[in-house]
């Protein structure tokens, strides 16, 4: 039961253009949620992350938006570096440990 | 701290044969989660730990599957018999509860299990 989904596989932005990468969760307990950066050969590292008391949270270049109404959240990357690219997972959480992820989306940001 | 510490990083097997994933968290942390990365389903959790009791198992996809947390410091996902369906990376993570910001999981650098 995948309770997280990431419906694209990959995505594929220019330099210096937004990067919009989108999930959508199904359970409506989910009071977390996060977004993990994954290079090749390494594990997934922390980027950003929004309560769901809030509808958004920014860091830099990094925007996540949460529409709970619709189960929606959104990454925005403004703008798009090379080294940006990587695999994109969503996770969210009900009780803060117990994270349920989405199955990836892979950026590649082409020069 | 040296972060989330897996071993071995590369396993390659004959299928019917015994796997032990270890890991070691950070120090501290009294989470301790098994995920399991697949093209099709992504990160998958396995199992997790809470001051090394297990809490949830229901990830774990069939008995072959077995994990323990003897001690804060060290747990082990034992796969027996093996089969090529479990090929897939492995990871483990660990966390604190009520960290401020909750930053998540901290998680290691993953198993890559082969099974041929």
């Known amino acids: 039961d995948q309770q997280v989904k990431q419906n694209s596989p990959s995505l594929s932005v220019q330099e210096g253009r937004i990067s919009i990468l989108n999930c959508d969760y199904t359970?409506?307990?989910?009071?977390?949620f996060l977004w993990y950066k994954k290079y090749p050969a390494e594990g997934p590292t922390f980027l950003i992350s929004i309560s769901s008391i809030k509808d958004k949270n920014e860091d830099g270049r990094f925007t996540v938006f949460l529409n709970k109404s619709a189960k929606h959240l959104s990454l925005h990357i403004v703008p798009s570096q090379p080294g940006d690219s990587a695999v994109y997972f969503c996770a969210a959480s009900a009780f803060a440990n117990d994270m349920r992820f989405g199955a990836g989306t892979r950026l590649t940001v082409k020069p | 701290d040296a972060g989330v510490i897996q071993s071995p990083r590369h396993e390659v097997t004959e299928m019917g044969q015994e796997v032990t994933l270890r890991c070691k968290p950070i120090?501290?942390?009294?989470?301790l989660f098994w995920y399991r990365q697949t093209m099709m389903r992504g990160l998958e959790l396995l199992i997790y730990?809470?001051?090394?009791?297990?809490?949830?198992d229901s990830g774990m996809p069939e008995d072959r599957f077995s994990a323990k947390m003897p001690n804060a410091s060290f747990s082990t996902l034992k796969i027996q018999p093996s089969e090529p369906r479990d090929s897939a990376v492995y990871f483990c993570?660990?966390?604190?509860?009520?960290?401020?910001?909750?930053?998540?999981?901290?998680f290691g650098s993953g198993t890559r299990l082969t099974v041929v």
């Open positions: 730990f809470n001051n090394n009791v297990p809490i949830d």
């Open positions: 993570a660990s966390s604190l509860w009520g960290q401020p910001d909750n930053y998540g999981y901290t």
């Open positions: 359970n409506s307990m989910f009071d977390y």
């Open positions: 120090s501290g942390h009294d989470y």
